[in-house]
């Protein structure tokens, strides 16, 4: 059984900084992709980045690439998510989501076959 856990979420001031990680356990294929979601209080769920294993990277539309960087270690089946310049409108949970076998699918949270209990992310003054 495949296993997410996220970790990393805490509380920041504007402009501040964090590192999420995601380790994940339990996963059968050696192709695989995950991805980074937020959802803040009030809204929808929403995709913003995910990576294959084959390094692969797909972006949301509304991704900030100058800001959050992806990445991930396939040996120790863990995903990152480095977080610069945090906003207040940063604020949300972050999960991490997993397809197991196959090439990164649109950033639905529909299209994922496991997920994380998430991880909080505030930026306050």
């Known amino acids: 059984q495949v296993r997410l856990v996220e970790s990393g979420g805490g509380s920041v001031g504007p402009g501040g900084s964090l590192t999420l990680s995601c380790a994940a356990s339990?996963?059968?294929?050696?192709?695989?992709?995950m991805a980074w979601f937020r959802q803040a209080p009030g809204k929808e769920r929403e995709g913003l980045v995910g990576m294959h294993t084959d390094d692969r990277k797909l972006y949301a539309n509304n991704f900030v690439e100058g800001r959050f960087h992806i990445s991930r270690d396939n040996v120790k089946n863990t995903l990152y998510l480095q977080m610069n310049a945090l906003r207040p409108e940063d604020t949300a949970m972050y999960y991490c989501?997993?397809?197991?076998?196959?090439?990164?699918?649109?950033?639905?949270?529909?299209?994922?076959?496991?997920w994380g209990q998430g991880t909080q992310v505030t930026v306050t003054s």
């Open positions: 339990g996963i059968t294929s050696s192709a695989n992709c």
């Open positions: 989501a997993l397809v197991y076998r196959g090439s990164c699918p649109a950033l639905r949270p529909d299209l994922f076959d496991a």
